[in-house]
């Protein structure tokens, strides 16, 4: 310790918040037990340039940490996944497909691992132990390696990209949504100190939802999102919590995430339409998300809307007035009075012939008019 700090510290990446000037180490943090982005690593790292910072992965059986990567004191720390590195002495890591072959660097594959930390397997579980440590066709006879159940990838540079759990790949509609690349979009925000993300069916119907911590508006988030996202990765909802919940032993408990709140307009502050484009969308609103008054002011996710509710609409929208409006302004201007704002601008833009910058153009200059 040095000063009352510790000279070593090890936490998971939702710890990072949570570390001040006097919680944090003077030499070395170790990082695992979750997926680290160079946004979640940011401020800390800022903070305390002089720390070396150690990303580790490795299942308890491996017994715990088999791959690592340093980051030494001030060395940048880009956006994204941080590598998890390479693997350490006695330990051999695998990347293989569904049948069991390894693949090349830069495609995703299922990652084994295999060495003398390797357990032998679970106590008194042979069925479990039979299904998750297999036999190891790349070592010698009778050499065993452990399925984890993780996704990975090779650099070119033969380190490891962590990509999130086999299982945290889920479907919505059809649609394959990775919730790591959704957290790592929310992170990328500024104003956003944490994130998660959870395919919710609390309204029967599958729905994407984001959870952020500090101060930046969901508004601002959200358009951000649908610039930087394809539409089906775009949360339906996003939530804002105080701290994210944890587990105790510190990674995030998705199972405790709460679900979105749906709000009724506040009728002491509804706005009606004041247009033709504004009445068509708040009937549209109206209609789909079945509520009974719908005002120029209102947004369509914080009445209960979600994707394909959204997408519903905006086929509407597009039959009522023949406009070739993609989905992601449905993402970027969920409120009523902006969405019609780019309905209008477009009608105009077809009308003129003007191009998709000149539409951007003409839609900044009505925001700064409002």
């Keep these: ?17 949570l570390l001040d000037a006097e919680l944090s180490p ?51 720390v880009p956006a994204g996944p941080v590598p998890i590195g390479t693997p350490t002495w006695n330990t051999r890591a ?14 995703v594959g299922e990652l084994y691992v295999t060495g003398a930390q390797l357990a032998r397997g679970y106590h008194d579980r042979p069925g479990l132990t039979a299904e998750r440590f297999l ?28 990509l999130g759990r086999r299982d945290d790949q889920v479907k ?28 919710r069916t609390d309204g029967g119907e599958p729905m994407l939802v984001g959870y952020l911590v500090g ?59 004041r247009s033709e484009a504004e009445a068509m969308v708040a009937e549209v609103y109206a209609d789909i998300l079945q509520v009974e008054k719908v005002g120029a002011l209102d947004d369509f ?19 009522e007035v023949d406009v070739d409006l993609p989905m992601r302004a449905l993402f970027s201007s969920p409120v009523v009075a902006d969405l019609a704002a780019q309905i209008e601008a477009r009608i105009a833009a077809e009308l003129d012939g003007l191009s998709d910058t000149e539409v951007a153009a003409l839609l900044a200059a009505e925001e700064g008019t409002n």
């Design 301 to 319: 996710f914080a009445l209960g809307g979600n994707s394909l509710r959204g997408m519903r609409a905006m086929a509407r929208i597009r039959a």
């Design 26 to 76: 003077t030499a070395d943090l170790v990082i695992g037990g979750e997926a680290l982005t160079g946004e979640q690593l940011a401020a800390w790292r800022a903070a305390h340039p002089e720390v070396a910072v150690i990303n580790e992965y490795g299942p308890t059986e491996a017994t715990v940490g088999c791959v690592a990567a340093r980051i030494a004191p001030g060395e940048p």
């Design 172 to 199: 919505v509609r059809g649609m394959r949504i990775e919730l790591g690349e959704v957290e790592a979009a929310l992170l990328a925000h500024p104003d956003v100190r944490a994130a998660a993300a959870a395919v």
């Design 135 to 162: 036999p190891c066709p790349y070592g010698p006879p009778g050499a065993r390696m452990y399925a984890t159940g993780d996704l990975a990838r090779w650099r070119a540079d033969g380190t490891l990209d962590y």
């Design 215 to 273: 101060p930046a508006h969901e508004d601002s988030v959200r358009a951000e999102l649908a610039r930087e996202l394809p539409a089906h990765l775009v949360p339906a909802a996003l939530v804002r919590l105080d701290a994210l919940p944890l587990t105790p032993n510190g990674k995030l408990d998705r199972a405790a995430l709460p679900a979105p709140a749906v709000a009724a307009p506040a009728q002491d502050s509804f706005v009606a339409p």
């Design 94 to 107: 695998l990347l293989l497909d569904g049948a069991l072959r390894p693949v090349p660097p830069g495609v």
């Design 1 to 17: 310790r040095a000063g009352g700090r510790p000279a070593f510290l090890k936490v998971t990446p939702s710890h990072l918040p």
